[in-house]
């Protein structure tokens, strides 16, 4: 397992992030991906811990809060030392039905680092995300929260889910001017099957030196290869689930190129998707979910596997973005003043 320095910190975290969105009970929206309980969750999380992995990611919304219980626990129950992880957690789902029971308000900033904490039964996160957009609350009041909810010691690092690049750029004035908190890392879809964020968000963190962690990097299991052509998903977390949204026909192009670049390292395509991911250009740490220890040991292995250049070339060529505008225009108009 190797580390990285997450974004422009002396912080290092393990190239793969453990999510642990599958944590808890399988009710709602959650029940086609969580379900896994407390003797399950023990196991997974000493695997996670034997492997190298140091970073864990959860979420208050996570099966309303049951995630972040279950994470908590399993750490009295296995005796892993707090310590030597890195628990990031998220701030801005709806947890009940009160007037302010989501958002970035101040307010409910303030309530839910402190609800947070109480299921995970520690006294500080290290990293809290704000987990997407909250348009009603203006951007300096979420800024000053998020800097003065780490003045109090409960949370060490700040960071940033799903927001377009635009508002993470303000954000991160706002905090400059003020002298206070900014992100440190941003945590967004990004996979073969969902390449989008190479158009805005890796340019930006390229340049505000901010660690990219990768959430749903085998496109809800869709990558997995378990998926035909012409076939309608009757298991797994896509057949209930059909989360985050892809083109499926480019999609199935994708695994026939990884599946057969998967017989050269003699790997599954989930581990060549997983790999790809590995080595773009400035991602810090991506993070991966199971529900058994089989599916984590699994997808702990594609850390061994290096592709080549030929091989990313194989997989770039089947899955690029299309250049969009302005792209094609700042690349025509260039001439000899590029950023290379």
């Given amino acids: 397992m190797k580390y990285n320095f997450l974004g422009n910190t002396g912080l290092l975290v393990s190239e793969l992030c453990f999510g642990t969105m599958t944590f808890g009970n399988k009710e709602g929206l959650w029940q086609a991906i969580a379900g896994t309980e407390q003797t399950e969750v023990d196991e997974l999380m000493k695997t996670v811990v034997d492997s190298g992995i140091n970073f864990i990611d959860t979420a208050n919304i996570y099966s309303f809060g049951e995630s972040e219980k279950l994470l908590g626990q399993s750490l009295k129950n296995t005796g892993l030392n707090r310590n030597e992880l890195v628990i990031a957690t998220k701030v801005r789902g709806a947890m009940n039905e009160s007037p302010n029971g989501q958002g970035l308000s101040r307010y409910h900033i303030f309530n839910s680092i402190d609800e947070s904490l109480q299921r995970l039964q520690m006294n500080h996160v290290d990293i809290l995300y704000v987990h997407g957009v909250d348009y009603k609350t203006p951007v300096e009041e979420t800024m000053r929260a998020l800097n003065d909810v780490v003045l109090t010691g409960k949370v060490r690092y700040v960071a940033v889910c799903n927001w377009p690049a635009w508002m993470v750029m303000k954000a991160q004035g706002i905090a400059e001017k003020n002298g206070w908190n900014k992100f440190i890392g941003l ?30 990097p085998l496109a809800g299991g869709f990558l997995s290869g378990k998926y035909a052509r012409n076939d309608e998903a009757t298991e797994g977390r896509r057949a209930n689930f059909d989360f985050p949204p892809i083109n499926k026909e480019k999609t199935f192009d994708i695994i026939d190129v990884i599946t057969e670049i998967g017989k050269e390292h003699k790997a599954t395509p989930a581990q060549i998707a997983l790999a790809w991911v590995r080595q773009q250009p400035g991602i810090t740490s991506t993070i991966i979910g199971a529900k058994n220890s089989n599916q984590l040991i699994d997808n702990i292995k594609s850390t061994e596997i290096t592709l080549s250049p030929q091989q990313l070339e194989k997989i770039d060529a089947v899955s690029a973005l299309q250049k969009e505008y302005p792209e094609w225009m700042l690349e025509r108009q260039a001439g000899g003043r590029d950023k290379n």
């Fill in 187 to 216: 945590q967004y879809f990004y996979s073969l099957a969902g390449r989008d964020i190479e158009r805005e968000i890796v340019p930006l963190a390229e340049d505000q030196r901010l660690g990219i962690m990768p959430w749903s």
